[in-house]
């Protein structure tokens, strides 16, 4: 079966901009979560989703932020206007079963990079 | 609040050599855990994990971790490096009833011919 998949694998845009990620899971996880790893710094959770909804968001930076996932299948990753330390890797990862044990599967991350 | 501390940022062993990578958990409740690996452009892949069954895990490429309460660590092992082995591992909690990974900073293993 395909693994967690993400679009664009890198991506350089400049301060103020908009930069829109993506995360295409497993097919049948109901859960999707977003990570982010800032340089030097450990891995970050953001966000997770239950089919379309938000369960848990306590992990968003800021209102720069915006996450959806339409129709509870791939989800999109907003950040509008990027500032200089919203550069990182963003990693997605989805999940069966909403178990805090379950195997979480990863996708290769979005290296963003704000100039 | 659960953390996560990984001891060493970056290990270097000879092939062959004791892999030892060391993790510690701050909880009140004894956590899920877990160590994922991620080798070079690609995902993290799940190593082995603690859901309470046994304090010994045995995880894939021959690695794995105890569980010690008394100590709060979860540090993991393999016998004899080899050098596909050479990753940075991470080691992770799950506080019970969340579905959220708290992740330690990464140790970056090294392993030398």
């Known amino acids: 079966e395909a693994g967690v998949t993400q679009f664009p694998s890198h991506s350089v845009i400049e301060k103020g901009q908009t930069v829109t990620l993506r995360c295409d899971p497993i097919s049948g996880h109901d859960n999707l979560y977003w990570y982010r790893r800032v340089m030097g710094k450990e891995i970050k959770f953001l966000l997770h989703f239950v089919k379309e909804s938000k369960q848990d968001e306590s992990g968003m930076p800021n209102n720069r932020f915006l996450a959806e996932r339409t129709g509870g299948t791939y989800s999109t990753l907003k950040v509008q206007p990027a500032e200089l330390e919203d550069s990182g890797v963003y990693f997605c990862?989805?999940?069966?079963?909403?178990?805090?044990?379950?195997?979480?599967?990863f996708g290769p991350g979005t290296r963003l990079t704000v100039l | 609040a659960q953390s996560v501390t990984q001891l060493g940022s970056h290990v270097s062993v000879s092939e062959g050599a004791l892999v030892l990578l060391r993790c510690n958990y701050s909880s009140s409740v004894p956590p899920y855990l877990f160590w994922y690996v991620q080798y070079p452009n690609q995902g993290l892949q799940l190593l082995l994990k603690?859901?309470?069954?046994?304090?010994l895990v045995k995880g894939i490429n021959g690695f794995e971790a105890e569980f010690k309460k008394s100590e709060t660590s979860f540090h993991l092992t393999k016998p004899s490096a080899h050098m596909s082995d050479a990753a940075e591992y991470f080691c992770a909690v799950t506080p019970r009833g969340t579905g959220k990974l708290i992740f330690g900073q990464g140790t970056t293993l090294q392993v030398k011919p």
């Open positions: 603690y859901t309470s069954a046994a304090t």
């Open positions: 990862a989805s999940s069966q079963e909403l178990l805090s044990y379950n195997e979480q599967f």
